[in-house]
């Protein structure tokens, strides 16, 4: 009878602390349930690899690859993920903290119960994801694309949106109250049934008809 092969992942995990993991091709890995805290992954490639579950404070994803990636429940601490790639990535329940996601790519991805909290996410790309149920109140959002995302039940509120786009979203039972909305784009979402209590938008927004209620005009004051 043969011998089961050993786990190597906590030795390789002691390895990329030690030595880092910039660049490296980690793709198809499972790290489920490990701490990467401070591990620096920045222009690598974690294609389809397994990261549920792990702890991932202080660490760098810098234009690195997780598309298809499965980040279930992890929990994100000050981190960077300017410019990486999520494509198809699987994050339920994923909670990112006081972390730096500006333009990154979370196109098709399936995230129900996403936590976004106390962090900047200005040019993000969620277009087609299922964010349902997903928390990202005070955060800063402006030229995110949620164009077709599914955001039911999602709380945005107080966020700065400025020149979002939610055009086709469905905003079923979204709250944007007390959101800023200048300049976003709700071209052919469904609005009526999500909550717009003191959320302020200008000339340069639009709407599938008129402003929703609650909704108040103001001047950007940006410009």
Request: one cysteine or more; aromatic letters at 8%; hydrophobic letters at 45%.
């Amino acid at each position: 009878m043969s011998k089961p092969v050993p786990d190597d992942t906590d030795t390789l995990v002691t390895e990329l602390r030690q030595s880092g993991a910039m660049k490296k091709d980690l793709s198809g890995r499972s790290f489920a349930g490990k701490d990467l805290s401070g591990i620096v992954f920045a222009f690598g490639k974690l294609v389809g690899a397994n990261l549920s579950g792990c702890k991932m404070h202080t660490c760098g994803f810098q234009r690195a690859d997780l598309s298809s990636a499965n980040l279930s429940n992890v929990d994100v601490v000050q981190s960077v993920l300017r410019t990486a790639t999520l494509v198809n990535a699987t994050l339920a329940g994923a909670s990112f903290r006081d972390s730096g996601l500006m333009a990154a790519d979370f196109t098709g991805a399936s995230a129900p119960g996403l936590r976004l909290i106390d962090l900047v996410a200005v040019g993000t790309v969620f277009v087609r994801c299922d964010l349902s149920g997903a928390s990202m109140r005070d955060v800063g959002l402006s030229r995110a694309n949620f164009t077709q995302a599914n955001l039911k039940n999602a709380q945005l509120n107080r966020s700065r949106l400025i020149d979002a786009n939610f055009a086709d979203a469905v905003l079923d039972g979204t709250d944007f109250s007390e959101t800023q909305l200048f300049g976003a784009d709700f071209s052919h979402a469904a609005i009526d049934k999500a909550t717009f209590k003191g959320a302020k938008y200008d000339a340069a927004t639009k709407w599938p008809k008129a402003p929703p209620e609650g909704a108040v005009f103001a001047l950007n004051p940006n410009d």
